[in-house]
């Protein structure tokens, strides 16, 4: 019985599209209304309000009840943001029932008001449309059903309608109480019969999907379940079934929907016709419109359907001819007859869609019924032709599979055949080569001894040459420090009041200081130069480190170097001899570069998230000389080994300092940089963490 039904159904759609019969009676007869509905087209009268605030009072008696102009068939105004005013005159028989439902298609306007006569002069007021929930409906149908009593003599019935996203489209039937419900059972026939066939086709693709492993069939399967999502939106049955109690946001939820629709049928599209393969440049204008679709879902779910509404709409219409135009050249041009059944089922629906659309637009330029029918009978047509395809698809898929089984088969046959003469062929190799491999390896095995020979002997001559480098810099120290102290004692003695005595001490303990420094950056380097040995940590008090540095190598009589505590800095954890180093290299660099007449600043400062990790605080010492200036060319490279500026060529020195000076701050998770320079000076600013980072790990030639 269902088929039957289902088929009925199918047909009473296929007349109204193509017959659609206009007829209407402003008189009701008793056996209208129950086989077929009453169709008001013909004797509807419409009136456009643009500001939307007019109200029955106005509409029925005032002057824009004058405006009111003849209606020839459904009402069709596009997408326009006014209120629509219907106006209708209803008589019956006597013999006639009263209670009569006026049913008014498609369920997809926001607000639909009946105002009908109570038989004083004024009006019964009944609101309905998606804003109303379903729940508060006097007749539960999708639709919107309105219950009237209609009068022997002839009374005038208005309907509001308004809508922002969605065409504005309506058709008004008239029902009896019985022909409805007649009606009514054949309608919940019918979607469950086509719910019921989605789902059977939805699981048999998903089992194919896997079967196969072949992803067009869940990706068809996906088509179904949004297609059937959008059919019902589009016949008003989600109100019903998931938001009875709550007012469903239809506009948004239909166009989010149809985005989604859009976007899968595209791709589901250019997939089963092979667009990627064909025509690349046609995949990529899909994958545009796929992306487009996407893109519109933000307006849409962010409230806004109304002003993506005609461009989707407008959108959809040029993808689906081009889509049709680019499957024509492929079947006619390219002569690919395989697509011929995808292309007709595609083309039904598409024609039909295509045709409820344009006649959403033009109205009644276009003759037929509305587009909620045109849209069923498509998705219908559409659904069975699309799954023929799709089982067709599995026959060749199936036909396919086994000429290539046999074809494996074949191959399989030949290779064995083959295999069986390699394999005598390679074995007599192999064995050639498994004699070769042994020489290899013996040879790589000397290799690998003499390698580990070199190594130690590289490793005890490095060591070596650490042992001799210390032992000559320590023998170095003892008479430096005799030649210091002898130089201090003569100063300090009654001969070093002589003027021409002074400034030769002076000059010998200088020499003496420059010597021992040079002396401390020759083990420094080699000190840093071994990965493998960590710092020696310690709490350093940075004020008192800098103040008897200064102490240190400011000379009697001649106190150049000035320190300038401006904050009281926290201690630091430091290699303390490492830092003394650092330190005396840059003071070092700034007595010897600046002139003996002017003094050197050292500032103390703390800084906050400076370093390189994150490091919440630290200190900064900054070292401001008087010099000349760094050349701007040889800023770069000053911080290099040994590397020397030409036009300091006179002054003494090794270049060690700098470069040991940065090294040692950078080992302590800092930094060293020259921040100023110019013609009266240059500053060296030190950076250095509260906490040092932890040593890296030691690699493997560390030790050489």
Request: glycine share 6%; charged share 20%.
């Amino acid at each position: 019985m269902p088929f039957f039904l289902l088929l009925w159904r199918c047909m009473a759609v296929l007349c109204l599209c193509l017959a659609a019969p206009a007829w209407a009676s402003p008189t009701l007869m008793p056996s209208d209304g129950l086989e077929r509905p009453v169709l008001l087209t013909g004797a509807l009268e419409v009136l456009m309000d643009p500001s939307g605030t007019w109200d029955i009072e106005a509409v029925s008696r005032g002057p824009q009840s004058q405006g009111f102009r003849p209606l020839s068939g459904p009402l069709a105004a596009g997408f326009t943001p006014d209120a629509v005013w219907l106006r209708f005159a209803l008589a019956r028989a006597p013999d006639t029932p009263a209670a009569w439902l006026l049913r008014l298609l498609p369920p997809r306007l926001q607000e639909v008001t009946l105002y009908a006569p109570d038989g004083s002069g004024g009006h019964v007021v009944t609101p309905l449309g998606a804003s109303v929930p379903f729940a508060q409906r006097e007749i539960a149908d999708h639709h919107f059903v309105f219950p009237m009593a209609v009068g022997v003599q002839p009374a005038s019935y208005y309907v509001r309608l308004h809508t922002e996203s969605s065409a504005m489209q309506a058709q008004l039937e008239l029902w009896q109480p019985a022909g409805f419900e007649r009606e009514r059972s054949i309608d919940y026939v019918f979607i469950g019969a086509l719910l019921g066939a989605v789902a059977l086709a939805i699981c048999m693709n998903l089992c194919f999907g896997i079967w196969l492993e072949d992803s067009l069939y869940a990706h068809y399967a996906l088509y179904l379940f949004v297609m059937c999502a959008l059919l019902v939106l589009r016949m008003g049955y989600a109100a019903q079934w998931f938001e009875p109690a709550r007012t469903l946001p239809f506009d948004q939820v239909m166009l989010a929907v149809q985005c989604l629709f859009n976007a899968v049928t595209t791709s589901f599209m250019a997939r089963i016709f092979g667009f990627r393969r064909h025509l690349r440049w046609a995949s990529r204008c899909f994958d545009f419109v796929v992306a487009f679709n996407l893109a519109a879902l933000a307006p849409v779910l962010a409230g806004h359907p109304a002003a993506v509404a005609p461009w989707l709409a407008t959108g959809s219409l040029v993808s689906t001819l081009f889509g049709a135009l680019v499957v024509c050249y492929l079947i006619g041009v390219r002569r690919h007859f395989r697509y011929l059944l995808p292309a007709a089922a595609f083309s039904v629906g598409t024609l039909l869609g295509l045709y409820a659309m344009l006649q959403s637009w033009l109205g009644h330029a276009l003759p037929g019924s509305i587009g909620e029918d045109i849209h069923l009978l498509g998705a219908i047509t559409h659904l069975v032709l699309l799954n023929v395809a799709v089982a067709d698809r599995t026959r060749h898929a199936e036909r396919n599979y086994r000429a290539e089984k046999e074809r494996a088969w074949s191959i399989k046959r030949n290779a064995e055949q083959a295999l069986e003469a390699k394999v005598t062929q390679r074995t007599a190799e192999l064995a050639r080569a498994n004699v070769a491999l042994r020489e290899e390896i013996e040879k790589r095995g000397q290799l690998e001894t003499r390698l580990l020979q070199s190594i130690e002997i590289k490793r005890n001559a490095i060591k070596q040459q650490h042992e001799f480098v210390s032992m000559v810099s320590h023998e170095f120290r003892t008479p430096l420090a005799v030649i210091d102290a002898a130089a201090q004692s003569l100063d300090i003695s009654a001969l070093g009041a002589d003027p021409m005595l002074k400034p030769r001490t002076a000059k010998i303990r200088r020499s003496v200081q420059r010597l021992s420094m040079l002396i401390e950056n020759i083990l420094t380097a080699d000190r840093l130069q071994l990965e493998q040995r960590p710092l020696r940590l310690e709490p350093v008090d940075v004020e008192l480190l800098l103040r008897g540095l200064c102490d240190t190598f400011n000379m009697p009589g001649a106190r150049r170097l000035r320190l300038e505590a401006r904050v009281r800095a926290p201690e630091i954890e430091a290699d303390r001899s490492l830092l003394e180093i650092a330190l005396q290299n840059l003071m070092h660099n700034a007595l010897k570069y600046s002139p003996s007449e002017r003094g050197v600043s050292v500032v103390l400062s703390r800084t906050q998230h400076s370093m390189p990790d994150g490091t919440p605080d630290g200190v900064a010492i900054d070292v401001i000389d008087h010099g000349s200036g760094v050349a701007p060319d040889e800023a770069q490279h000053i911080f290099e080994p040994y590397y020397r500026s030409a036009s300091m060529a006179k002054v003494p020195g090794s270049g060690l300092g700098l470069h040991l000076s940065r090294e040692i701050a950078r080992r302590h998770g800092g930094e060293v940089s020259l921040v100023a320079t110019g013609e009266t000076g240059s500053t060296f600013r030190v950076v250095l963490p509260t906490t040092p980072p932890p040593p890296p790990p030691r690699s493997d030639f560390a030790a050489l």
